[in-house]
């Protein structure tokens, strides 16, 4: 394949860098990063907690100008699921697209697919779970120590693909600082016969002066589950398993590591007998640096190379999808200048992607390049003000070996951002930017029956960038009995790509004679139009559109002290459409909900409860979602033992009401587990 023109933007892009157009998400002080974190963890919701992802990150998120939400401690243990949008799913501005039990890809602010980056400790997650709704995120919330969320300008930092929202999940598989001795977290959980659950986690540190090595290992099964009114859903069990071995060197001048990891799952498609069997091995790279030239105070860098490849079928393999995926990071911190602080860096990725099997997959065999640099500085106005810029410019090219055209996007994303603190508690923040994003190669390229969908996608190799201008207001309370988070949202999209059906009444190569009936279009495996056909048609199309909404959650401590008795209130909106007022598909629905959180030092516990409005705004030949309400308990006992070791045993309920829970964001419109109680002992020493 020809890389000439890849080749010809890696010169200037380096040397721009040099020159200070470059960004990434730095670690905080590895000084105190983790014993603070596990700190913070126990003391509850006032906790501070950092977030690793953002560009200027010794803050916890109340303090950032980009929207931000962190989920850890306690708060994550009681939220985990089978998947990273479950575990989100209750989260102001997030929802989940599932597949089953087996899927479960986090949505932001109603984007989802390619629009969201899913990554591990700032690297991409190099599966192929944007490709289609029944692929699955290869990063376990279990394995997590924190999960933190961005939304509007710090998207920009990670890639194209990230104009929609970025999930950065934060593990410790290469440790940044060297313990005393042996430290590490056991976790295992029981679950009823709804769901079926069975899993046991270890992770394990242990450190001799600078040197350290970290062992993980978890293994989950779940049941074919039940939904409401005890209906079992049929080929729906799981079974995952990960593991890992890291090791890293630390000091005053900073660390460097690597791990080598592994993910495993096996799930099926309800309402199907095809299950899919997937493994990722990685291979990760890290480090940071202080003071390592006059002008720099720190340097990160980081790579991974991982080996995916996930089958669909029955019992005999049909389908195979492989994945190839190298991405490397390297970012500078400058000194103050004038009163600026800045980031900056490059970033690339090389990706070999190939489907076969028994029949032509509908997306061809394709290599993308890319290249990027990013920059960021914020600077401090007097003692109230603080304002924030960043660029990101990304080359990517796509070829492909089929006869199908050879793409290549140079998307170029900007923003601005300002935050004023007003007295010791309150905090209001606006950010504005351009962002650009390059076509994802299924949106380009497919074109075929896709089994586990059953859909036959189309595809179209001339799109060009997708360009968002967007809008961010949000204004806090941080501190105090009562403090509350709430943010609005405007974007307005040139040429936004998305999934459509078709009702034309054409076979999908567009033959045949006209009969358009409002009846979504079938076709069979050929192709050929056919009412009773077993494949969906769907078009990516390319259309202006336009996204807005927000997000509040409000709390108040009804007791405070050593046995602090909190209520909160949440609630967020997306409404999303074309210029032809048109109602866009899989749109998350207005939601709202009320809890009671509770903490002291022995009890913790929370009770919640979520309305999921019925979705009537759906879009052209979709089918509207009833509206729903999940109702979710979690009590912790913490037991009295050695100082050194902390022992919580909990229980956790999930839609403790048993009602039908249908998500309007999932492709796939099949009912989620009834009313389940999870029984959990974590052990920390």
């Not at 394949?1 to 020159?19: D, I, K, N």
């Not at 962190?70 to 949008?85: F, I, M, T």
């Not at 896709?450 to 996608?457: I, V």
Request: net charge negative.
């Amino acid at each position: 394949m020809a890389h000439s023109s890849y080749r010809r933007f890696v010169v200037p892009v380096a040397g721009a860098c040099l020159l200070g157009l470059g960004h990434t998400a730095l670690a905080q002080d590895r000084g105190n990063d983790k014993t603070d974190n596990d700190s913070a963890a126990e003391t509850g919701l006032l906790a501070p907690i950092s977030v690793e992802a953002l560009a200027f990150d010794a803050q916890d998120p109340s303090q950032a100008i980009e929207p931000a939400t962190v989920v850890a401690g306690p708060e994550l243990a009681r939220k985990r699921g089978q998947s990273l949008g479950v575990t989100l799913a209750d989260t102001p501005g997030i929802s989940s697209a599932d597949f089953g039990q087996g899927v479960g890809r986090p949505v932001i602010r109603g984007q989802s697919g390619a629009r969201v980056r899913v990554q591990e400790n700032g690297l991409g997650s190099a599966d192929v779970s944007t490709l289609s709704q029944d692929h699955a995120v290869s990063i376990d919330p279990y394995s997590a120590r924190q999960v933190e969320v961005l939304k509007g300008p710090s998207t920009l930092l990670y890639g194209s693909g990230a104009i929609g929202g970025v999930v950065n999940v934060v593990t410790d598989r290469i440790p940044t600082t060297a313990p005393d001795g042996v430290t590490g977290e056991a976790t295992l959980e029981r679950g009823d016969s709804t769901l079926g659950q069975r899993l046991q986690r270890l992770d394990v540190t242990g450190g001799i002066g600078g040197f350290s090595l970290n062992v993980q290992g978890m293994k989950r099964l779940t049941d074919s589950y039940q939904a409401d009114d005890d209906r079992r859903i049929d080929n729906s069990a799981t079974d995952t398993d990960t593991y890992s071995v890291g090791s890293s060197y630390s000091g005053d001048w900073g660390y460097v590591g690597g791990a080598v990891s592994h993910f495993g799952r096996e799930y099926g498609i309800p309402g199907e007998e095809a299950r899919i069997r997937l493994t990722q091995d990685r291979y990760d790279l890290k480090g940071e640096v202080y003071d390592v030239a006059p002008g720099i105070a720190r340097l990160e860098f980081s790579g991974a190379y991982t080996d995916y490849l996930h089958t669909e079928g029955e019992e005999t393999p049909e389908a195979f999808f492989d994945n190839q995926e190298t991405e490397f990071r390297i970012a500078a911190e400058h000194a103050p200048i004038a009163g600026f602080t800045g980031v900056f860096g490059i970033q690339g990725l090389d990706r070999e992607f190939e489907a076969y099997g028994e029949e032509e997959s509908f997306v061809p065999a394709t290599d993308t390049q890319s290249l990027a640099a990013f920059w960021v500085e914020q600077r401090p106005i007097g003692e109230n003000w603080t304002v924030q810029g960043g660029l990101r410019v990304e080359y990517q090219e796509q070829d492909t070996s089929e006869d199908r055209t050879d793409t290549d996007h140079t998307p170029i994303s900007v923003s601005l951002g300002a935050k004023r603190t007003i007295g010791d508690h309150y905090v209001l923040t606006a950010t504005a930017g351009r962002y650009e994003r390059a076509p994802a190669t299924e949106e380009l390229y497919s074109f075929g029956p896709h089994e586990a969908t059953l859909t036959y996608e189309r595809g179209n190799e001339r799109f060009g960038e997708e360009v968002a201008n967007s809008f961010d207001l949000g204004l806090s309370r941080i501190n105090g009995r009562l403090r509350f988070d709430t943010s609005l949202f405007y974007t307005r999209y040139d040429d936004y790509i998305y999934q459509r059906s078709v009702d034309a009444g054409l076979d999908a190569d567009g033959t045949g004679t006209p009969n358009a009936d409002g009846i979504a279009d079938r076709v069979n495996e050929e192709g050929e139009f056919d009412t009773d056909g077993e494949f969906l048609l769907i078009d990516y199309a390319a259309a202006d559109a336009t996204f807005y909404g927000g997000e509040a959650e409000v709390a108040y401590d009804l007791i405070e002290g050593a046995h602090r008795l909190t209520a909160h209130v949440l609630g967020d909106y997306v409404r999303a459409e074309l210029d032809n007022d048109t109602n866009l598909p899989r749109i998350t629905p207005g939601r709202y909900g009320v809890g009671l959180d509770y903490d002291s030092d022995t009890w913790l516990g929370t009770i919640e409860a979520i309305r999921a409005s019925r979705q009537n705004r759906e879009g052209p030949l979709e089918d509207e979602t009833a509206g729903f309400t999940d109702l979710t308990a979690f009590v912790g006992y913490r037991l009295a033992g050695l100082d050194d070791v902390d022992t919580l045993v909990y229980l956790r309920g999930d839609n403790l009401l048993d009602d039908e829970i249908v998500r309007s964001t999932s492709f796939l419109r099949v009912a989620q587990p009834g009313r389940t109680v999870t029984a959990g002992v974590n052990v920390k020493f």
